[in-house]
């Protein structure tokens, strides 16, 4: 069993930047792959970027490629989101997942048997 829960979330300006954190309970934290989630009011929930079990392996959506960053830190049981260049459409709640197995990029929520409660992360204009 893990338990994840978010942190990092809050108010930035258009061009600012924020950096989320996935903390995690239960040490097969270390065996699963995570990724963070987002979704926006009035819209699907939507793939941000996944890393593997080892942090070797990661994959990002096109919409935040060159912006965003995932990494993490094992002995902390932590994944991190490194968001800079924000823009208005990055506006969301932020949710981290995490799944056992990771064969590349899986953009299907359902896929994902553990999740956290989410951040609101809100860029203004």
């Known amino acids: 069993q893990v338990q994840l829960v978010e942190s990092g979330g809050g108010l930035v300006q258009a061009g600012g930047s924020l950096r989320l954190s996935c903390s995690a309970s239960g040490r097969a934290f270390r065996n699963y792959a995570v990724a963070w989630f987002r979704r926006a009011p009035g819209k699907e929930r939507e793939f941000v970027a996944t890393?593997?079990?080892?942090?070797?392996?990661?994959y990002y959506a096109d919409s935040v490629k060159g912006r965003f960053a995932i990494s993490r830190d094992n002995t902390e049981y932590q994944v991190d989101l490194q968001m800079n260049s924000l823009k208005p459409e990055d506006s969301a709640v932020y949710s981290c997942?995490?799944?056992?197995?990771?064969?590349?990029?899986?953009?299907?929520?359902?896929?994902?048997?553990?999740w956290g409660q989410g951040t609101q992360v809100t860029v203004s204009s």
């Open positions: 997942a995490a799944k056992s197995g990771f064969s590349g990029p899986d953009y299907i929520p359902s896929d994902y048997a553990y």
């Open positions: 890393i593997s079990w080892s942090g070797g392996t990661t």
